[in-house]
């Protein structure tokens, strides 16, 4: 590895521990994230998980390192419990070919990761373009002797493959054998087919009504859910790449599954590090859309949902998920995202002081200071913690802390000569790289929020200067009227904030 990268360690899902991170290739990084699959509306979890693989992106290309990042688009294979495809599924409801669904939902997707500020990947294959390559694989497998032919369909040997490969099988998700056995999702499926209800399909055999359907060795049919992953990640990154991501929910059987089929087709691990990013809950339940407990990004941005208050800015939700470590799951209250808003203005607000403040060279002695030292120790710990993990919520607060020096140099009780020019400017440089660069915020405008912010923020500006020129009537008559409306002003030593009064 290039000496001019700093050196990170990575919780590995597959070892359950921290290791030093060593790419393949040094100076390189070769990473493969698992995309949406495209039948309905993105979800607020994949979200989450796509806002920090993207930092950890972001990180990775800020410390030097060229990376290759592919996440797929899933349009075809991901099956429900009932044999159905998901695609299918979704053409029959919006009454759409299935083609037309993946493009409605895949240029939402896309819309919502560019509000969300994520740099759009390297590489961003889709399932149904690599179906050549899948077939491939299948025959690979068949090969290697892991996988059999039933009534025109591949199934994977799940228990050969766990005999000849005991080590390997497991190993992931943690679980023993037997457990991933008798908790295999696809036992609902085509069980007269196979010869283990743990098997799962590689290849399907299309029925008669089936929409998407391709020409095959064994029949007319289309690849199983797991295979795309492991066809496509294969033929960008090759048989052996350096980081696979994805959400905490795709370790079994998703990810198992990958495993099991890359090592069967060529006999290698797909990946040396397993990322995977935990779940959000809403109120301190698990999301539910048949127990109601749920919230969608459009309901946190306009605010209607009886979960919150008001609508949320799209950076401040980004900034609200980043408090959080990655692994960490994530509760989602009205309380933590108003908590949030205010900690995403005041980490903007010191920023917009840093890039004002200036340190004369006459003001200092050019020797370094307690303060220039204890500033610079605390850009350290910025580092230190997404050298940890990619620790987001570590960074924050180092960059809180930066915050209080910031104030008091601006305030005046920090003297000039206490900081010196350089520190100012490294810090200057370091705020920007952290919130910019590695983050991912930007600053919004009022038409960032939204009418009902841009309006609001008018109403408050006049009641200020009604309150500023001692009118009080005025001030209250606009205070009273918001009332009715359902919108408590408060007003605070920060300032004046509102919020939706629920009844």
Known sequence: MSTDIRPIRIYNTLSGKKEPFTPITPGRVGMYVCGPTVYSDVHLGNCRTFVHFDTIYRYLLHIGYRVRYVRNITDVGHLLDDGEDRMSKGARLDQLEPMEVAQKYTVGFHDMMRIFNTLPPSIEPRATGHIPEQIEMVESILQRGYGYESNGSIYFDVLRFAKDNPAIYGKLSGRVVDELISESRDNLKNQGEKNHPSDFAIWIKASEEHIMRWNSPWSVGFPGWHLECSAMSTKYLGP???IHGGGNDLKFPHHENEVAQNVGACGCAPANYWLHANMLLLNGR??????????????????DSPFVSKGYSPMMLRFFMLQSHYRSTLDITDDALLAAEKGFRRLMEVHAILQKLSIPASATDGSETDTDRAILALVEEAYQGMDDDFNTAVAIAALNEIGSYVNKLANKQIESSEVSPWVLERLKTVFNAFIF????????????????????????????????????????????????????????KEGVSWTHSRG
């Open 286 to 303: 698990k999301m539910s859309k048949s127990e109601g407990n749920t919230i969608t990004p459009q309901q946190l941005f306009t605010g």
């Open 437 to 492: 660069d590695i983050f991912g915020l930007r600053e919004e405008s009022a038409a960032d929020n939204g009418p009902i912010e841009q309006l609001m923020s008018l109403i408050l500006d006049i009641r200020a200067n009604a309150r500023q020129q001692k009118d009080w009537g005025t001030s209250d008559k606009i205070r009273d009227a918001l009332t009715e409306a359902g919108i408590q002003v408060k007003d605070g």
């Open 240 to 242: 052996t790449f350096d």
